[in-house]
């Protein structure tokens, strides 16, 4: 029973356009939300990360939307490059080292 | 500074033999972990280490032990393989105590158990 929840599992985007991942959780302890991009052959490694005080991280083209209420947050690459092509995973910890990772998203950005 | 280096890359045993996957890391981190990564369910934590000579279970450690006898070393082993084991473990390893600090993956060991 996967903790956190991820959609969609793949997704295509045109170059230039706007790729969106969505993350969902029910535990409310989780206090650090990574995401994870993963290129085919090797393994994970982070891209951008958010802690619930905060509503939104930006870092270049990549940007992380959080919504405690809801117990959402999202990933958002803005001008999708055929470089983005990979997977990305949602994650979650609660002070501690065990991360729950949502079960990934493949994202393919034609040119 | 090789950082987080797994060995072998690839693997194939055959149902009830034993082998060690070997991970290791140069950056002098305390936190050490691996993870098994199955299509449509994301990575899963087996076992963690915190520091030489303390491990723990994470969330799918049947089957698997470990052991932690230096900082840099971190082997998982597969005491009698079985289908179930196909995958692709992935070590990781932190910095410090800090939850927040950025794990680092290696590049994966890709095992298949006939």
């Known amino acids: 029973q996967q903790q956190v929840k991820q959609s969609p599992q793949s997704l295509i985007v045109q170059k230039g356009g706007i790729s969106i991942i969505n993350c969902a959780y029910e535990?409310?302890?989780?206090?650090?939300f990574p995401w994870y991009q993963q290129f085919p052959g090797k393994g994970p490694a982070l891209l951008i990360a958010?802690?619930?005080?905060?509503s939104e991280k930006k870092e270049g083209r990549f940007t992380i939307s959080f919504n405690k209420s809801a117990k959402q947050f999202s990933l958002h690459i803005m001008d999708s490059q055929p470089g983005d092509s990979a997977t990305y995973f949602c994650?979650?910890?609660?002070?501690?080292?065990?991360?729950?990772f949502g079960a990934g998203t493949t994202v393919t950005v034609r040119a | 500074n090789a950082g987080v280096t797994q060995t072998p890359k690839f693997q194939v045993l055959k149902t009830g033999q034993s082998m060690t996957l070997q991970c290791a890391q140069d950056m002098n981190h305390e936190y050490m972990s691996w993870y098994r990564q199955d299509p449509g369910m994301g990575l899963r934590l087996i076992h963690y280490s915190v520091g030489a000579g303390i491990t723990d279970q994470g969330e799918v450690p049947n089957g698997y032990n470990v052991s932690r006898s230096t900082t840099e070393d971190f082997p998982l082993r597969l005491l009698s393989a079985a289908p179930s084991q196909t995958s692709v473990y992935f070590c990781?390893?932190?910095?410090?105590?800090?939850?927040?600090?950025?794990?680092?993956f290696g590049p994966g060991t890709r095992l298949t158990v006939l």
């Open positions: 990781a390893s932190s910095d410090s105590r800090d939850h927040l600090d950025t794990q680092y």
């Open positions: 958010i802690r619930p005080d905060v």
């Open positions: 535990n409310t302890a989780f206090d650090y």
């Open positions: 994650a979650a910890n609660i002070n501690d080292y065990k991360l729950s």
